[in-house]
């Protein structure tokens, strides 16, 4: 149970310090640009690879679902909001899905859905 909770607290500071890192990396950046993207992408999925190889390759599968259906339940909020109120909740310039999403979240919905893993992991659920 430790040994979860080390994973965890170090998974979220590879992510804290990688956000960090990438804001600085892009701060006089006004526009979309692929080694930002990379930057912001780099340290978690390396850090979730690692994670697969020394704990359990289960880690792939969670990073796997949630990278989907994060991609598919904002896609279908941004759908529902724009269907709903006709207007849109929020727009994608890059590689949009109808407007509703990108593929360049799938990563990040990935990230997102292991850290919540390992935090309710921490806390016992």
């Not at 006089?28 to 690692?50: D, H, Q, S």
């Not at 679902?65 to 759908?79: H, N, T």
């Not at 949009?96 to 921490?122: D, N, Q, R």
């Amino acid at each position: 149970m430790e040994n979860i909770n080390i994973i965890s607290v170090s998974f979220l500071i590879v992510i804290l310090l990688n956000s960090v890192f990438a804001c600085f990396y892009g701060q006089k950046t006004k526009v979309f640009k692929w080694r930002e993207y990379f930057a912001i992408l780099i340290c978690p999925l390396l850090f979730i690879v690692a994670l697969a190889y020394f704990v359990d390759i289960k880690i792939l599968s969670m990073f796997l679902i949630s990278s989907f259906v994060g991609f598919a339940m904002e896609y279908g909020a941004g759908l529902v909001y724009h269907k709903t109120l006709n207007r849109r909740l929020w727009t994608y310039g890059r590689l949009s899905l109808h407007g509703y999403t990108s593929p360049l979240s799938i990563p990040l919905w990935g990230i997102v859905g292991v850290g919540f893993w390992l935090i309710s992991k921490m806390i016992g659920l």
